[in-house]
C-alpha cells in the first residue's frame, strides 16, 4: 500500500505563497490521480485540485482556480500544490491521497500539513 506524506505547511500572512509537498512511499502514486484536500476546524474535508498521475489533466476547486497549480514530478514520485494569493479562508490541514481508477476512492492518506494564512 501507498504511505504518502505531505509537507510545506505554514503560517503565511494574507496574499503569501506556499508550496506543498506529497511524497510517496511504499509504492508510486496510485495510476489513476492524485488529489489534494483541506479540512478546516469544525468543517467537512473538501477537495482541492487533483492531477492525472499517467495523463496531462488537472482539476481545481473553483475557490482555488486561478490560485493554486497542482503539478507532479515522477522522477522524484512527488505531488505538489503551489498556493498564492493566499487568503485567512484557506487556513486548514491539507492532505493528499490517490487512487487507481476513477471508480475506486481515494486512498493512502497522510497525516496532513498545517496551513495558516494571517489577515
Known amino acids: 500500500q501507498v504511505h504518502l506524506v505531505e509537507s510545506g505547511g505554514g503560517l503565511v500572512q494574507a496574499g503569501g505563497s506556499l508550496r506543498l509537498s506529497c511524497a510517496a512511499s511504499?509504492?508510486?502514486?496510485?495510476?489513476?490521480?492524485v488529489g489534494w484536500f483541506r479540512q478546516a476546524p469544525g468543517k467537512e474535508r473538501e477537495f482541492v485540485a487533483s492531477?492525472?498521475?499517467?495523463?496531462?489533466?488537472?482539476f481545481y476547486a473553483d475557490s482555488v482556480k486561478g490560485r493554486c497549480t497542482i503539478s507532479k514530478d515522477k522522477t522524484k514520485n512527488t505531488v505538489y500544490l503551489q498556493m498564492n494569493s493566499l487568503k485567512p479562508e484557506d487556513t486548514a490541514i491539507y492532505y493528499c491521497?490517490?487512487?487507481?481508477?476513477?471508480?475506486?476512492?481515494?486512498?493512502?492518506w497522510g497525516q496532513g500539513t498545517q496551513v495558516t494564512v494571517s489577515s
Open positions: 511504499g509504492r508510486t502514486f496510485g495510476q489513476y490521480a
Open positions: 491521497a490517490t487512487k487507481d481508477s476513477n471508480v475506486y476512492p481515494y486512498n493512502g
Open positions: 492531477i492525472a498521475w499517467s495523463g496531462g489533466w488537472t
